[in-house]
């Protein structure tokens, strides 16, 4: 089992930056693909990054390459997001997840553990 914590979320002016944190339990976090999505009112689930075990590969939404960018530390069991050249339409909850495998978050767009999420709100 693997719980995951969000935090970092908030308010920010377009343009801003902020950094997500994901903090994870258990010994086994380098075993987990790790990733992060994200959902505003009325939109599907959106696919926004991803990173192998080893954080040797990442991987992105088009909507975010080249703005945000996904980290790991393993030895402090947390996954990071850094969010730069902030749009409204980044505005949404973002959920930290933890799947085995690479395809199963950034092809199918799910995960087997999944956190509560963050409220990233970018303002105009």
């Known amino acids: 089992q693997v719980q995951l914590v969000e935090s970092g979320g908030g308010l920010v002016q377009a343009g801003g930056s902020l950094r997500l944190s994901c903090a994870a339990s258990g010994r086994t976090f380098s075993s987990y693909v790790m990733g992060w999505f994200r959902q505003a009112p009325g939109k599907e689930r959106d696919f926004v990054a991803g990173?192998?075990?080893?954080?040797?590969?990442?991987y992105y939404g088009d909507s975010v390459k080249g703005r945000f960018t996904i980290s790991r530390d393993n030895a402090k069991n947390t996954v990071y997001l850094q969010m730069n050249s902030l749009k409204p339409e980044d505005t949404a909850v973002y959920y930290c997840a933890a799947d085995r495998k690479m395809y199963t978050i950034a092809t199918r767009h799910l995960a087997n553990y999944w956190g509560q999420g963050t409220q990233v709100t970018v303002s105009s």
């Open positions: 990173i192998t075990q080893s954080g040797d590969s990442t």
